[in-house]
């Protein structure tokens, strides 16, 4: 009888021969899957790389973006400075422009009243009373006759300054609708007449002819502008006008038709006379009327001011 453990040796063998196949199956299989792996890694591996390369390309694309982007934000705030100085150039301009159209329109208008007062007879506002002179050859650019419903005195024919002639028939109609029955007595007189009449005072008066009577060139009638009224209250007269009811309308309603009183009380050239009226334009005579001062009052610089809006 053999030992036991020359009986059990086969065995033995047999087992190891089974577990070395077994571990060989398993060492087999362990490397195989363990080449699977690295091949599984070895492409994970290429993939990344190709996800980094990918990723690179995408940030180099994405940093050019963005370098293009911070280059077109420089770009545009440099536009818009551009823009804020171009805006504060063309408001410039625009100021420039307006103020130039602004001196275009001033030295039109001053041109336009250049032109304006070259066509109006700078003698009209002047202080003619012992103060300023017209010679013998002056007279008005045009005389119209007044209608001689208006005149006192029965074939008399007096004249007026055209220009004044619908100032004048305005204020003696409005006159006549409110009850007062306005007449003139004398109206327009040449340097000629003037001579005349003031040697006829002369002659009767001798110099107190000096105290209502004016020379040759010194008379308000020779520019066509003045008026002697009267009224039928003194029977066509001047002695006691200042007490009809003709010469209190005046006195309220005057300076409405561009007319004014020269002499009144107390004045430095002439004793008062109520009927004697010269026409110094609307926006004048209001003034006067309003500042309650008289013609031969203002200084003659503020008055010449007056002289573009004389026949407005």
């Known amino acids: 009888m053999q030992p036991t453990h020359t009986r059990l040796l086969p065995i033995i063998m047999s087992i190891l021969v089974v577990i070395l196949l077994v571990l060989s199956y398993i060492l087999s299989t362990q490397i195989s899957s363990l080449n699977a792996l690295k091949k599984t890694q070895t492409s994970i591996e290429a993939e990344l790389q190709s996800t980094k390369a990918t ?100 074939g008399v024919k007096e004249y007026i300054h055209f220009k004044v002639t619908p100032y004048l028939t305005k204020l003696l109609e409005d006159a006549k609708d ?73 006195l309220k309603n005057a300076q409405r038709y561009g007319f004014t009183l020269s002499y009144p009380e107390g004045n430095a050239y002439y004793v008062y006379e109520p009927w004697h009226w010269r026409f110094v334009g609307e926006k004048l005579a209001r003034d006067l009327y309003k500042k309650e001062i008289h013609f031969y009052d203002m200084d003659q610089r503020t008055i010449d001011g007056y002289l573009i809006s004389i026949f407005d």
Do not use: C, M
């Open 178 to 250: 409110d009850g007062v029955n306005l007449l003139i007595t004398s109206a327009y007189r040449s340097f000629d007449e003037q001579g005349g009449l003031k040697n006829a005072y002369t002659v009767q008066y001798g110099t107190g002819a000096n105290t209502f009577s004016a020379d040759q060139g010194y008379s308000e009638h020779q520019l066509g502008t003045t008026i002697d009224f009267t009224s039928d209250e003194i029977n066509g007269g001047l002695i006691g006008f200042q007490n009809t009811k003709a010469y209190q309308w005046l």
């Open 55 to 154: 990723l690179s390309a995408k940030q180099s694309e994405y940093d050019s973006l963005y370098a293009v982007h911070a280059g077109l934000q420089q770009d545009f705030a440099r536009a818009e400075e551009n823009n804020a100085e171009l805006l504060s150039q063309l408001d410039a301009e625009q100021k420039k422009n307006n103020d130039f159209e602004n001196q275009i329109d001033d030295i039109s208008g001053t041109v336009g009243k250049l032109d304006k007062l070259s066509k109006i007879d700078p003698e009209l506002l002047k202080k003619y009373s012992k103060v300023y002179f017209l010679n013998e050859h002056y007279a008005p650019e045009k005389l119209t006759e007044i209608p001689h419903t208006f005149v006192s005195g029965d």
